[in-house]
């Protein structure tokens, strides 16, 4: 599978609210909001104990979905996504 739509449906199983996560051997504190019905994502994640930060949009438009990075560059969110594991048992 390629990675956009392996990012994609990363971005869409993740659950809602606030969770620990994990990328890249990395530890992260990510918070995902839904908008318009589930065609609009919002996803920002923040680097524990690090510098590093995540921010995202995704929409899913007639013309077909749109993943719009915040100020970065496209491959590190599709990066990002598409490592992106729920962390258990963290507190």
């Not at 609210?17 to 609009?40: C, D, E, I, M, N």
């Amino acid at each position: 599978m390629s990675p956009v739509p392996t990012a994609l449906t990363c971005l869409r199983n993740w659950p809602l609210g606030t969770h620990h996560g994990q990328s890249g051997g990395k530890h992260y504190l990510v918070s995902k909001t839904v908008f318009a019905g589930g065609r609009s994502i919002k996803l920002v994640a923040h680097e524990r104990g690090g510098n590093d930060y995540i921010s995202l949009c995704f929409y899913d438009l007639t013309a077909g979905p749109r993943l719009a990075p915040c100020e970065m560059p496209l491959d590190k969110v599709i990066t990002f996504l598409s490592q992106l594991s729920h962390e258990r048992n963290r507190g």
